[in-house]
């Protein structure tokens, strides 16, 4: 598993390089446009194109919507050996990285802010009423009657799994995806 949503892998196929490009063109539905929408009525498993031994692809989903498929981009060489050698570098969608990064910058500025505050003590409080109070006797009241001192907060957890959740996230459904596209690949390419 990796630690990160992408990954660049190197896949020899015992095919050549024209019957590679053509095994790939075979079970790819044709689309240059690989944004954020998704061909549903598709009798194939994958979207893309394949132009010069270089291709981009994506898994076609039946139905739902799932943001971390891969968007898979790959260059078609010749090993030496009779076969050929496909490199590919399997990452996000840029939009849905971009959201990532910005979900976990915010949540981060919230589980700092959230350590870095701490409740005002007491005496602080009692202080504050005595000066800025109208009413003496309101204030003195008011202060005789807080029995709980406030106590020093404990560890927020709910920012913390606000901070580690996008990249959980990420990199969790990425790797799930990811085996998906290169078991397929390799049944493709005769691996």
């Not at 350590?115 to 109070?133: T, V």
Request: glycine content about 6%; proline content about 4%; aromatic content about 8%.
């Amino acid at each position: 598993m990796n630690l990160l949503p992408f990954e660049n892998i190197e896949i020899e196929s015992p095919l050549t390089e024209s019957e590679t490009e053509n095994a790939i063109k075979k079970n790819i539905a044709w689309t240059t446009d690989l944004g954020m929408t998704f061909t549903k009525n598709s009798i194939r498993e994958y979207e893309g194109f394949i132009d010069n031994g270089t291709f981009k692809i994506r898994r076609i989903l039946k139905s739902g919507m799932n943001s971390f498929i891969p968007i898979v981009t790959g260059t078609i060489s010749d090993s030496g050996n009779s076969g050929s050698r496909i490199g590919l570098k399997l990452r996000l969608h840029k939009v849905v990285m971009t959201l990532a990064i910005v979900m976990t910058i915010f949540s981060g500025m919230m589980l700092i802010t959230s350590i870095l505050s701490s409740p005002i003590s007491n005496e602080s409080q009692n202080e504050f009423l005595m000066e800025h109070s109208i009413d003496e006797k309101l204030a003195e009241e008011i202060v005789s009657n807080m029995e709980n001192p406030t106590e020093p907060k404990g560890t927020n957890w709910i920012s913390l799994f606000l901070f580690i959740a996008p990249y959980l996230m990420c990199t969790i459904f990425f790797n799930y995806e990811a085996n998906i596209v290169k078991d397929k690949l390799n049944s493709i390419l005769k691996v």
